[in-house]
């Protein structure tokens, strides 16, 4: 099953196995070219690896940046009223790493961790 979750301009497609069910509303979500972090409502299994869409509105006019990729999830942990989930980027392609290093930086959808990178 793929879900869509949208975040301003840009979104997040998610694949997960036919019978997960899906995450719900997402949180606090950050993504940079390393992988991305966000909360919610259930948690998903540590070293499980899922496949990505993610659509980018490009800082100037135009269409979307589309990136493909599979991640890992690094780290799965009650936070809040949810659970904080990092998933690490397994498959990225340099040029597409690259691609997203820029965007996000510019529309600061970067992680504390990440943002001055």
Known sequence: ????YTFGDYSVSLALEQDDAP???L??????HLG???ISPRPLPEFGIYEFDIAIK???EGAATRVKC???VVKSEPEADGYRTVIHFADLAKSDASCLEV????NKMRCEYCANC
Not at 1 to 4: A, D
Not at 27 to 32: A, E, M, N, R, V
């Open 1 to 4: 099953m793929t879900t869509v």
């Open 23 to 25: 995450l719900g509303k």
């Open 27 to 32: 949180d606090d979500l950050h993504i940079c």
């Open 36 to 38: 991305m972090k966000f």
């Open 58 to 60: 490009p800082v100037k």
């Open 70 to 72: 599979c991640g890992v």
């Open 103 to 106: 965007l996000t930086k510019a």
